[in-house]
């Protein structure tokens, strides 16, 4: 569908459809009249989460292709202004020749490390310089922020960005490592949250992120298992400010707390990244001496509040919100962060120690 207009921007209302006509950059490019974009066409949306081992592992598989865009070297580690590329990815997937702007912002940063004991298990010719790498560098994901076109209203993007900064030195991206490029792919966006059964997408709809990750742990020193945890991102607008203010939550000890994290802050060392991983090398490339593949010994979140989840289905219960937390995520991490849900004094696994107990 299309309209000429004389003013600029105009919207129409289809089934499964909020299409903009910007016939204002069509004038910018010098073409002689607006064309439709569909702005919401290839935002993934969901509208319930993935419940069970088997229905998770599942959706994990299936969302393969939409791991994180990966930043290479020496760009800038935030991106305040929206552009069109931001990735290589952007530019195979433009459609009609027409890419919508985005930007990126900092969610929350990764850091990993190896323990002492584990140390000497590292080549001899390269263990220096991987313990080096770690120490020197983390991992930073980040969301996608598009500006709706007609309302300049700002929303997410359903696949995240990842990219390597140093802690010291200059603030720009560095080259993946094999083994850090590797565990970061097994960050998948599963789609960005919208319970709505209105065919007219809404930009303030889209600002819950939900992402899923498989951590290989080891449990014995002949055993991994796969364990799955959610990450979700509120967006919620500020009067006043220009920007999002994003508000992080994570699942933890499979699924049975939700743990809502500390606010994003760079990390000047690998103790005040958001997650702090201890990790164990398990696979190299065919010289042995470069890593390529790791399992996770240990790890902590730095934690603002947990909740257990049979608490927080026990106030979707009290509400009546219809599917329990599972189909109202953005009204539960609402609540949450205006304090409508009251945080638990859960036990600390071993294998997730909260900031303030290292």
């Known amino acids: 569908m299309q309209i000429q207009t004389s003013t600029g921007l105009a919207r129409i209302m289809v089934p499964n459809r909020l299409i903009a006509v910007w016939t204002g950059v069509a004038l910018l490019l ?3 009249q607006g064309w439709a974009i569909d702005e919401f066409k290839e935002v993934k949306t969901i509208d319930t989460l993935p419940i069970g081992t088997l229905e998770i592992e599942a959706a994990h598989r299936r969302s393969i292709g939409e791991s994180c865009d990966i930043i290479m070297g020496g760009e800038a580690l935030e991106m305040a202004s929206f552009a069109p590329y931001l990735s290589a990815r952007d530019r ?13 912002r900092s969610i929350l940063s990764v ?15 390269s263990g220096r310089q991987i313990l080096q790498y770690l120490d020197d560098n983390y991992v ?12 300049r209203k700002l929303y ?4 995240p960005f990842a990219l390597t900064a140093p802690y010291q030195g200059a603030k720009v991206s560095k080259d993946f490592e094999k083994v850090v490029a590797n565990a970061v792919r097994e960050f998948h966006s599963l789609g960005v949250f919208r319970n709505s059964p209105s065919p007219i997408i809404k930009p303030d709809e889209l600002r819950t992120l939900v992402l899923l ?3 290989s742990i080891q449990v014995s020193k002949y055993r991994t298992d796969d364990h799955f945890e959610f990450a979700f991102v509120r967006g919620r607008e500020v009067e006043g400010e220009q920007e999002l203010e994003n508000h992080l939550f994570a699942t933890d000890k499979e699924r049975q707390e939700l743990v ?23 696979d190299y490339d065919s010289s042995g001496i470069f890593p390529e593949k790791s399992v996770t010994k240990a790890y902590r979140l730095a934690t ?15 509400n009546k919100l219809i599917g329990g937390w599972h189909r109202n995520v953005d009204v539960i991490l609402d609540a949450i962060i205006d304090e409508k849900i009251k945080p638990t004094n859960a036990m600390r696994g071993l294998r997730s120690l909260d900031a303030d107990e290292q």
């Open 30 to 32: 010098g073409m002689s």
């Open 92 to 104: 195979r997937t433009a459609t009609k020749g027409y890419a919508i702007a985005s930007s990126r």
């Open 111 to 125: 850091g990993l490390e190896i323990e002492r004991g584990d140390q000497n298990s590292l080549p001899s010719l």
């Open 140 to 151: 930073i994901i980040q969301a996608r922020v598009r500006r709706d076109l007609l309302d």
């Open 156 to 159: 997410f993007h359903h696949r």
């Open 213 to 215: 990750f498989k951590n």
């Open 260 to 282: 809502y994290m500390n606010a994003y802050s760079t990390p000047r060392s690998v103790r005040e990244c958001t997650v702090l991983g201890s990790v164990i090398i398990t």
């Open 304 to 318: 603002r509040k947990r909740f257990l989840i049979s608490e927080v289905e026990h106030y979707a219960n009290e």
